[in-house]
T-cell receptor
Framework: NAGVMQNPRHLVRRRGQEARLRCSPM?????VYWYRQLPEEGLKFMVY????????ESGMPKERFSAEFPKEGPSILRIQQVVRGDSAAYFC????????????FGPGTRLTVT | RKEVEQDPGPFNVPEGATVAFNCTYSNSASQSFFWYRQDCRKEPKLLMS???SGNEDGRFTAQLNRASQYISLLIRDSKLSDSATYLCVVGGQAGTALIFGKGTTLSVSS
């Protein structure tokens, strides 16, 4: 029973490049959440998606960040023109139903911007 | 006031000790409460949900006081493997984002 899968686990980008982070939810889960953990900080919510829909993007920075969860394939968090301040661990979580309180986390992608 | 506040610690205790963590939250409309565990910046793992009636899972006991907006976690008979960061987590309605505290670090030594 595979858990939430994220890739790559580690990603290094130079300033100005694009970063694409992928998340495959647990089998049977259709709700995906993205969180960011900056160094020495707690996890912060970014965006909540269901298949083909963005439900809540209140935590997403207004510029350079976007997310999608297509009908087929993983959810993608895209960061354009990365800056050093984007260096963080990005965690994806999934849940089975909209009425589920529990979220299960993937291993995260550690993004380093040089 | 931060949405979820925890004492960052670190708590350094010997094996076998009992340790208690506290957490307060600011949104009185919060509906779901959890303790997660995070090891060395790996992914958070759900330790237990927290209910007003209190709940116990082996050496771990969690309590929720809605009136005081206060959550606690008690760990009895600490083991070396309990060393980790414990995250107090609060949610709104089901399916909404979780709000994380910054975590309390526990170090158990032999």
């Amino acid at each position: 029973n595979a858990g939430v899968m994220q890739n790559p686990r580690h990603l290094v980008r130079r300033r100005g490049q694009e970063a694409r982070l992928r998340c495959s939810p647990m089998k049977g889960h259709s709700h995906v959440y993205w969180y960011r953990q900056l160094p020495e900080e707690g996890l912060k919510f970014m965006v909540y998606l269901q298949k083909e829909n963005i439900i809540d993007e209140s935590g997403m920075p207004k510029e350079r960040f976007s997310a999608e969860f297509p009908k087929e394939g993983p959810s993608i968090l895209r960061i354009q023109q990365v800056v050093r301040g984007d260096s963080a661990a990005y965690f994806c979580a999934s849940s089975a139903r909209p009425d589920s309180y529990e979220q299960y986390f993937g291993p995260g992608t550690r993004l380093t911007v040089t | 006031r931060k949405e979820v506040e925890q004492d960052p610690g670190p708590f350094n205790v010997p094996e076998g000790a009992t340790v208690a963590f506290n957490c307060t939250y600011s949104n009185s409309a919060s509906q779901s409460f959890f303790w997660y565990r995070q090891d060395c910046r790996k992914e958070p793992k759900l330790l237990m949900s927290v209910y007003s009636s209190g709940n116990e899972d082996g050496r771990f006991t969690a309590q929720l006081n809605r009136a005081s907006q206060y959550i606690s976690l008690l760990i009895r008979d600490s083991k070396l493997s309990d060393s980790a960061t414990y995250l107090c987590v609060v949610g709104g309605q089901a399916g909404t984002a979780l709000i994380f505290g910054k975590g309390t670090t526990l170090s158990v030594s032999s």
